[in-house]
């Protein structure tokens, strides 16, 4: 294994070993050669270990771990040597310059502290999936949506020893969206590059498929959370918000709105309260 590999790919895996083999051959073919693979085995009951362990590459390294996903994911960013972090699910395809792609982009735009992709995809469903692409808009769009793809992700590893974050529990099937928010009010810059790299599979088993009300419930808990500290931000900033926000609230605190209404309100007034300020 290279000991100063410039990316760190963080690959958990449970009960994988259906899509497993696609999914390493297609990151061991990536056009960008300078990385680790952190295949952080979730408590898997199948061979799923035994496929990893059947590889020679000595790039990649096998992290072994109860069935507990914010755990393997922390494992696998304590674990990582890399300047980037590099994100895959066990189900996916790398297309082949993702890694180049985004390492030069991360590489030419330094204040971009995590950055993702549109994604192709497969299986059950097919198309394009394209995603808000400047800092901006992305920030924004957290208060109704994650306008990041999970297994685009690409972020640089001095992210968690400056802020101390990691994934937390308390949000499941959503801990990546918690993460955004938690790092979007730190500051910290995003973007996406509006090209494809990844094809994204679709199946039934899936958590987005197979815990729909569980990510449905940790996702409007986030985007309410967030709009708590944004709304603080934007009064803060200019006391004119004071009035109509302070309505806004008092408006959805009375049922008389719901929280998707409330959101979706607050969202443009905050999307232009950035662009002036250029902040977060």
Not at 39 to 44: L, P, T
Not at 92 to 100: A, T, V, Y
Not at 122 to 133: A, D, L, Q, S, T
Not at 245 to 262: A, C, E, G, P, Y
């Amino acid at each position: 294994m290279n000991n100063n590999p410039s990316i760190s790919i963080l690959m958990p895996m449970h009960n994988a070993s259906i899509f497993l083999f696609e999914a390493l051959d297609s990151v061991l073919q990536q056009t960008f050669h300078e990385f680790e693979i952190l295949v952080v085995d979730d408590g898997s009951t199948d061979n799923s270990i035994e496929i990893v362990k059947s590889y020679c590459d000595r790039r990649i390294r096998l992290i072994e771990n109860t069935h507990d996903f914010i755990s393997s994911l922390n494992k696998g960013i304590d674990a990582s040597v890399g300047k980037y972090i590099a994100r895959m699910d066990a189900d996916d395809l790398m297309l082949p310059n993702r890694i180049e792609i985004q390492y030069q982009f991360m590489e030419t735009n330094p204040d971009i502290d995590i950055c993702g992709s549109y994604a192709d995809a497969f299986g059950e469903m097919k198309g394009i999936m394209k995603r808000p692409v400047n800092h901006v808009d992305i920030v924004s769009s957290l208060l109704q949506t994650n306008p990041l793809m999970h297994p685009t992700i690409m972020m640089k590893r001095s992210i968690f020893q400056q802020s101390g974050f990691h994934y937390k529990y308390g949000y499941p099937c959503a801990e990546d969206y918690k993460l955004w928010t938690d790092l979007a009010l730190r500051g910290f810059k995003f973007a996406n590059i509006p090209e494809l790299l990844i094809r994204y599979r679709i199946s039934p088993q899936q958590v987005t498929r197979t815990s729909r009300k569980e990510m449905f419930a940790s996702s409007s808990k986030i985007g309410l959370e967030y709009a708590e500290t944004v709304i603080e931000q934007m009064i803060g900033k200019e006391i004119q918000y004071a009035s109509l926000l302070n309505s806004l609230i008092k408006m959805f605190n009375n049922d008389l709105i719901t929280s998707d209404v409330f959101l979706k309100t607050l969202f443009p007034l905050y999307r232009n309260f950035l662009q002036k300020h250029t902040i977060c």
